[in-house]
């Protein structure tokens, strides 16, 4: 099993497919940093119920890796980003979010 940061959204990452974002939340900034300062991606996963924003949300327990193309800073803090959905992860068990979302998950066979 592998432990990854994971950044839960509003809508669903597929591997191969493009993820523009906007970064602004601490702890998602933080998560970021990470990742760049390390060898690998972030989960993203569907938020079930419950807001981007915040915390305090239910989170599907599917998801995907994604990898990051492009960092670019933007006024206010902010950072804009582009990902890329590598492959798809099950989460085994949601660890704490302090300082961000993390989960060990293990990786599914590919579809195709």
Known sequence: MDVLPMFPLGTVLLPGQPLPLQVFEPRYLTMLRDVAAGAGGFGV???????????GDQRF???????????RP??????????RGQERIEVVDWLSDDPYPRAEVRRLPDLT
């Open 74 to 83: 933007m006024p206010g803090g902010r950072v804009g980003l582009l990902a």
């Open 45 to 55: 996963v569907l938020i079930e119920r419950g807001f981007e924003v915040g915390g």
């Open 61 to 71: 327990a599917i998801g995907c890796v994604a990898s990051i193309e492009q960092v």
